[in-house]
């Protein structure tokens, strides 16, 4: 059964860069789309990026000045950086596989790590 | 308009039939998916593509579409099921969006 397990800097200062990494243990690492998504407390789901096998990445407009994603496929994990961090981006971040079927219009996120906690603050 | 549209709270009967539904213009191009997240958890899917479930999922779970909406369906709900349900899909500048977030109440 695949799992993700992701960890990094659970408490930041503005300004610095958020750093988190996931790794995929139990399956296959190629033939996926790797994504990142954040829930900030209280409110609902926003999807930050995706990465692919390749190493080709799609980030949400709203980011992608401040995203950096990567993936080391030796390794089979996927890594977020967000620079410049507020508090707007303190959240519960989630890493999640997705299965990208463009030719058939599916997309869908079938394993999500537990998320972890990140918190900007002075 | 990438946008994905839920009402943010519906209550259900317990054992009663609920729809929950989204809206949004990328729902006409790519199939929506359906999660569901319980307090201080991680999203589960439970519905993906046309009417699929993932493995696990009890079958009380359904979904269904028409034009720009699509909509998940609790047949008998339980009180397991009350949680928060989020919609997502691609939209058509191929970014990934979810809805808002529905809350289920079941009385």
């Known amino acids: 059964q695949v799992q993700l397990q992701q960890w990094g800097a659970g408490l930041l200062k503005p300004s610095e860069t958020l750093s988190l990494t996931c790794a995929v243990y139990?399956?296959?690492?190629?033939?996926?789309?790797w994504s990142w998504i954040r829930q900030p407390p209280g409110k609902g789901l926003e999807w930050i990026g995706e990465i692919n096998y390749g190493g080709s990445t799609n980030y949400n407009p709203s980011l992608k000045s401040r995203v950096t994603m990567s993936i080391d496929t030796s390794q089979n994990q996927f890594s977020l950086k967000l620079a410049s961090v507020t508090a707007a981006d303190t959240a519960v971040y989630y890493c999640?596989?997705?299965?990208?079927?463009?030719?058939?219009?599916?997309?869908?996120?079938?394993?999500w790590g537990k998320g972890t906690t990140v918190t900007v603050s002075s | 308009s990438s946008e994905l549209t839920q009402d943010p709270a519906v209550s259900v009967a317990l054992g009663q039939t609920v729809r929950i539904t989204c809206q949004g213009d990328s729902l006409r191009s790519y199939y929506a998916n359906w999660y569901q997240q319980k307090p201080g958890q991680a999203p589960v899917l439970v519905i993906y593509g046309k009417n699929n479930r993932p493995s696990g999922i009890p079958d009380r779970f359904s979904a269904s579409s028409s034009e720009n909406t699509v909509s998940l369906t609790i047949t008998g709900a339980q009180a397991e099921d009350e949680a928060d349900y989020y919609c997502?899909?691609?939209?058509?500048?191929?970014?990934?969006?979810f809805g808002g977030g529905t809350k289920l109440i079941v009385l």
């Open positions: 997502n899909s691609r939209d058509n500048s191929g970014n990934v969006v």
């Open positions: 139990g399956g296959s690492f190629s033939g996926y789309s």
């Open positions: 999640a596989r997705a299965i990208d079927d463009y030719s058939n219009y599916y997309y869908y996120m079938d394993v």
